[in-house]
């Protein structure tokens, strides 16, 4: 229907540029008397006749009308580009006034038959131009918003029912504290914001700790970071409590968004000022924004915005900050956001895995120019910014990163090691990075003992962010370590730079005895050697684009979409063989159980490689087979095959129900028992009660419900009552919890293959849909 409305209208913004053309052409070559003798009836013509007169006034209408006429023809064929649309817009309401005005408040248009058409023409043309963003299924703006607030609202009725107060503050945030220098306890949390906030003792302590910079009490001033805390709260209550709304947001947002609900987020605004009130001599505090969604961006705004407020007025500010954030939607990924705060409208858009997102993966924010007074974020570290130093070993440092190496990066600042150790767990992207990190640690944290105690031999898989020296004796043992430099502007690189090499081109002659030195030059220090060849083009690249102070923004891009094909280089084969994994759809069967994925064989999949393995998609050389052995150990890898086994399943599940609700059941019942028939309904009505997780289309549903009613009309009354009661379950066909570690049993919620066996020769008879289906999965590709 949308097509043949855009039809419509393009033919109808057709005709009416050919009609402006038309009157062009008679202006200027046929009938230059045309506008005095047609159109403005109400002057006067000179007299004597001035034949230069008349044609400069016919000239300006062809041009007038010529200009119209192009608007209006350039907007039916690109239809879709929507600064045509106001031009076009804009174009024709100017005529219509311009004749009603001549016409009404100037005199020299009389009402004729000539003027019918005209006027006619500008409202009709008025109209198709005002279509063309339904026509083109681009809705506007003010009404797209509108239909956004009301999805909102529906979803958020599904999920929570009634919205009680402090609901929607608990989906965004778990509280705001502000920690304070107390002479006597050293570091303590002032205050909580909301009052009914709960930690435990351990995670305030762990929260004080981490709340002033380590060991730079020195640096005068704001300074913003973020830091990564372990849960040790037993009962959980408000923001960490498990709910729908996060259950959801994990479903539906991508891996680099996604929780873990045993880790809470701390976005920190550190002040330190003198101040000769005070007996110490120095202002010292830090406020704090605690959440287990890792919303970076968005939320080191946010708490830039309340810092600076609290900071000039006072407890009040928190107070109105918490409860504006009361006042936001659910977030829910694939939607965009519009949230007041503190005076600053912010807008923010949360990826889903239905969109295609940027290459982190992560959210994008921006502030309304018209609401607040545009405070910049403290300190905002790019990822050019962070990487510089090390360009050389960038590769060296997304192996580590795909294989979760234990890992340190040591920094001069909380900034920038927070801002680093965050930005290492994006390159990997689309792989979800599934070990431990903490953007910034402390000697004072409550698992120091156990990170730091392990020995060289078992070594926890974490990315541990630093600032203290401490760290060189204590993790002296640990085999990777990344040394970041100084944070400095494009510019100054540039001015570093001077030549061809790179600012640590000294920092690659490696000694592992002075790697954790405070001195020490920028560098990567690794006890392993680097399985793939370092992409000389890209270093090269970035150095000559620092020489001559490109953008940050460009460079941190050019660095992004590089680790983006990498990693996809390197998911690909994977991604084919999970997908030869899948079974054939000649062996789903309507009357029997959804088979199963074949388990991973790691032995199976290199040999795979020979014919799909990187080199179809990357020139890079080296020894990809150990960088995948090196994959197969480490936790990114479970995390990666457990999401898609659960996605393989998911499919499977869809498809055998599909198969299902197309299948001829009259044909099944023919000689089935009674036992038979009732364990029939009880399963499909399982698996209607999963219809919501399997995301089924509401065409299969329908099906299967007119499959259910005719089997229950065949039953004796005495069962029918019964079943129609719906008080007999059957407890085999409960999904099974899935499987821990890297275990490759199956972990789709289907039962037995002997318990759900309803007859041999049922499977002669699978619908021919089924036969026609194709069971495939979706192989990403490089661009």
Same mark, same amino acid.
């Given at each position: 229907m949308a097509i043949d409305v855009l039809f419509a209208v393009r033919g109808l913004l057709a005709f009416?540029?050919?009609?402006?053309?038309?009157?062009? *052409?008679?202006?200027?070559?046929?009938?230059?008397?045309?506008?005095?003798?047609?159109?403005?009836?109400?002057?006067?013509?000179?007299?004597?006749?001035? !034949?230069?007169?008349?044609?400069?006034?016919?000239? &300006?209408?062809?041009?007038?009308?010529?200009?119209?006429? #192009?608007?209006?023809? =350039?907007?039916?064929?690109?239809?879709?580009?929507?600064? #045509?649309?106001?031009?076009?817009?804009?174009?024709?309401?100017?005529?219509?006034?311009? *004749?009603?005005? =001549?016409?009404? @408040?100037?005199?020299?248009?009389?009402?004729?038959?000539?003027?019918?058409?005209?006027?006619?023409?500008?409202?009709? $043309?008025?109209?198709?131009?005002?279509?063309? !963003?339904?026509?083109?299924?681009?809705?506007?703006?003010?009404?797209?918003?509108?239909?956004?607030?009301?999805?909102?609202?529906?979803?958020?009725?599904? *999920?929570?029912?009634? +919205?009680?107060?402090?609901?929607?503050?608990?989906?965004? +945030?778990?509280?705001?504290?502000?920690?304070?220098?107390? &002479?006597?306890?050293?570091?303590?949390?002032?205050?909580?914001?909301?009052?009914?906030?709960?930690?435990?003792?351990?995670?305030?302590?762990?929260?004080?700790?981490?709340?002033f910079p380590d060991s730079n009490s020195g640096v005068m001033g704001d300074s913003q970071f973020h830091f990564r805390v372990r849960l040790h709260q037993p009962q959980r209550t408000g923001h960490l409590q498990p709910n729908r709304v996060h259950a959801e947001f994990n479903r539906r947002c991508p891996t680099a968004l996604q929780f873990d609900p045993n880790y809470l987020f701390g976005f920190a605004y550190f002040?330190?000022?003198?101040?000769?009130?005070?007996?110490?001599?120095?202002?010292?505090?830090?406020? @704090?924004?605690?959440?287990?969604?890792?919303?970076?961006?968005?939320?080191?705004?946010?708490?830039?915005?309340?810092?600076?407020?609290?900071?000039?007025?006072?407890?009040?500010?928190?107070?109105?900050?918490?409860?504006?954030?009361?006042?936001?939607?659910?977030?829910?990924?694939?939607?965009?956001?519009?949230?007041? #705060? *503190?005076?600053?409208?912010?807008?923010?858009?949360?990826?889903?895995?239905?969109?295609?997102?940027?290459?982190?993966?992560?959210? $994008?924010?921006?502030?309304?120019?018209?609401?607040?007074?545009?405070? !910049?974020? &403290?300190?905002?570290?790019?990822?050019?910014?962070?990487?510089?130093?090390?360009?050389?070993?960038? =590769?060296?440092?997304?192996?580590?990163? &795909?294989?979760?190496?234990?890992l340190v990066v040591m920094g001069s600042t909380p900034t920038m090691c927070s801002a680093t150790v965050q930005c290492l767990t994006t390159i990997i992207y689309p792989l979800s990075y599934c070990a431990d990190y903490r953007p910034f640690y402390t000697i004072h944290d409550s698992d120091f003992k156990d990170i730091t105690g392990s020995n060289s031999s078992a070594l926890p898989n974490i990315m541990l962010g630093v600032t203290n020296p401490f760290f060189g004796k204590a993790l002296s043992h640990w085999p990777h370590l990344i040394r970041l430099g100084e944070q400095q502007t494009n510019g100054q690189m540039g001015q570093i730079l001077g030549g061809t090499r790179s600012p640590n081109h000294r920092a690659a002659k490696m000694k592992s005895v002075s790697k954790f030195k405070l001195d020490s030059k920028p560098g990567v220090f690794s006890q392993t050697k680097t399985l793939l060849d370092r992409d000389k083009g890209i270093v090269k690249q970035i150095i000559k684009g620092a020489q001559t102070k490109r953008p940050a923004? +460009?460079?941190?891009?050019?660095?992004?979409?590089?680790?983006?094909?990498?990693?996809?280089?390197?998911? @690909?084969?994977?991604?084919?063989?999970?997908?030869?994994?899948?079974?054939?759809?000649?062996?789903?069967?309507?009357?029997?159980?959804?088979?199963?994925?074949?388990?991973?064989?790691?032995?199976?999949?290199?040999?795979?490689?020979?014919?799909?393995? !990187?080199?179809?998609?990357?020139?890079?050389?080296?020894?990809?087979?150990? %960088?995948?052995?090196?994959?197969?150990?480490?936790?990114?890898?479970?995390?990666?095959?457990?999401?898609?086994?659960?996605?393989?399943?998911?499919?499977?599940?869809?498809?055998? %129900?599909?198969?299902?609700?197309?299948?001829? @059941?009259?044909?099944?019942?023919?000689?089935k028992e009674e036992v038979e028939l009732v364990d029939m309904v009880l399963r499909i009505r399982n698996k209607l009660d999963q219809s919501e997780e399997l995301n089924l289309p509401d065409i299969v549903c329908e099906r299967l419900n007119t499959h259910v009613s005719k089997i229950v009309s065949t039953l004796p009354d005495d069962l029918q009552s019964v079943l129609l009661k719906g008080t007999v379950t059957i407890a085999a066909s409960q999904p099974s919890s899935p499987p821990n570690g890297s275990s490759t049993q199956d972990q789709s919620p289907t039962t037995s293959e002997a318990s759900t066996s309803i007859s041999e020769s049922a499977e002669s008879e699978p619908s021919k849909a089924t036969k026609q289906k194709q069971v495939h999965l979706e192989v990403p590709t490089t661009s």
């Open positions: 009416v540029a050919f009609t402006e053309w038309t009157n062009a *052409l008679r202006c200027v070559f046929f009938e230059p008397a045309y506008p005095l003798d047609k159109l403005f009836t109400g002057l006067e013509a000179p007299q004597p006749a001035n !034949p230069d007169l008349i044609r400069v006034l016919a000239h &300006l209408y062809a041009l007038f009308s010529l200009l119209n006429g #192009l608007i209006l023809a =350039h907007l039916a064929v690109y239809a879709h580009y929507r600064p #045509l649309v106001s031009l076009a817009l804009s174009s024709v309401v100017v005529k219509l006034v311009w *004749l009603l005005a =001549h016409i009404g @408040i100037w005199p020299t248009i009389r009402p004729s038959p000539e003027l019918l058409f005209p006027v006619v023409s500008c409202g009709v $043309t008025l109209t198709g131009v005002i279509l063309v !963003p339904w026509a083109t299924g681009d809705t506007p703006l003010w009404l797209k918003t509108t239909k956004v607030m009301e999805d909102l609202s529906a979803l958020e009725k599904t *999920l929570v029912g009634s +919205v009680l107060p402090w609901d929607r503050f608990s989906a965004w +945030v778990h509280g705001v504290c502000v920690v304070t220098f107390d &002479l006597e306890l050293g570091q303590a949390i002032e205050s909580v914001y909301p009052g009914h906030v709960q930690l435990s003792e351990q995670d305030k302590t762990n929260i004080c700790y981490l709340a002040r330190q000022v003198k101040d000769s009130s005070i007996r110490r001599g120095y202002y010292q505090k830090s406020v @704090i924004l605690l959440s287990k969604l890792p919303l970076v961006t968005f939320f080191n705004q946010a708490v830039s915005v309340i810092a600076r407020k609290f900071y000039d007025q006072g407890p009040v500010a928190l107070e109105v900050a918490c409860h504006d954030v009361d006042q936001w939607a659910f977030p829910m990924p694939g939607h965009s956001f519009e949230l007041p #705060l *503190l005076g600053n409208l912010f807008q923010v858009h949360l990826p889903s895995l239905s969109t295609r997102s940027v290459e982190s993966g992560g959210e $994008t924010v921006t502030l309304s120019p018209h609401y607040g007074d545009m405070l !910049p974020v &403290l300190s905002e570290v790019d990822i050019f910014t962070c990487l510089f130093p090390v360009i050389e070993h960038i =590769h060296n440092i997304w192996e580590l990163v &795909l294989t979760a190496e234990p923004e +460009v460079q941190s891009a050019l660095i992004r979409r590089h680790f983006l094909e990498l990693t996809q280089t390197f998911i @690909i084969p994977l991604e084919r063989y999970i997908a030869s994994l899948m079974p054939l759809a000649k062996n789903i069967s309507p009357y029997r159980a959804a088979p199963k994925v074949k388990p991973f064989s790691p032995e199976d999949f290199f040999a795979s490689l020979d014919s799909n393995g !990187p080199q179809l998609t990357s020139t890079i050389k080296g020894d990809w087979v150990g %960088l995948y052995r090196r994959f197969f150990k480490s936790p990114n890898f479970v995390g990666w095959y457990n999401q898609r086994h659960r996605e393989v399943s998911h499919k499977l599940q869809v498809l055998h %129900l599909e198969c299902l609700s197309e299948a001829t @059941i009259e044909h099944w019942m023919a000689d």
